[in-house]
């Protein structure tokens, strides 16, 4: 099982990035999906996450500006990042579990990692 994060980079603020989430060895159709983030010296958070049913959610900080989408037919998930601040700046990882969205945080860690990829936001 392996989940691969690309796009992350150096942007301006204001900018914009689109990550990409590809996901093997397991049928992403059957799963949620999601992104968190991790700043340093902070608690890893929950960026936004999609259903398998195309349901989504954001964290309240970048709603509006985030857009999550999944397409099954590539085993992809993408979040679009627009009008980027510096406080995004962090390592954005992609998870995978099966339960529902609303059982996530509960019970066990969360079954797919990826390994993580960088997002620098300069001012």
């Known amino acids: 099982v392996q989940l691969v994060e690309s796009g992350g980079g150096l942007v301006q603020a204001g900018g914009s990035l689109r990550l990409s989430c590809a996901a093997s060895?397991?049928?992403?159709?059957?799963?949620?999906i999601g992104w968190f983030r991790q700043a340093p010296g902070k608690e890893r958070e929950g960026v936004a996450a999609?259903?398998?049913?195309?349901?989504?959610n954001y964290a309240d900080s970048v709603k509006g500006r985030f857009t999550i989408t999944r397409d099954n037919a590539k085993s992809a998930v993408y979040l679009q990042m627009n009008s980027l601040k510096p406080e995004d700046r962090a390592v954005y990882f992609c998870?995978?579990?099966?339960?529902?969205?609303?059982?996530w945080g509960q019970g066990r860690p969360l079954r797919y990692w990826g390994q993580g990829t960088q997002v620098t936001v300069s001012s």
């Open positions: 999609i259903s398998t049913g195309g349901s989504t």
């Open positions: 060895g397991f049928d992403v159709d059957e799963y949620n």
């Open positions: 998870v995978a579990d099966e339960r529902p969205l609303q059982m």
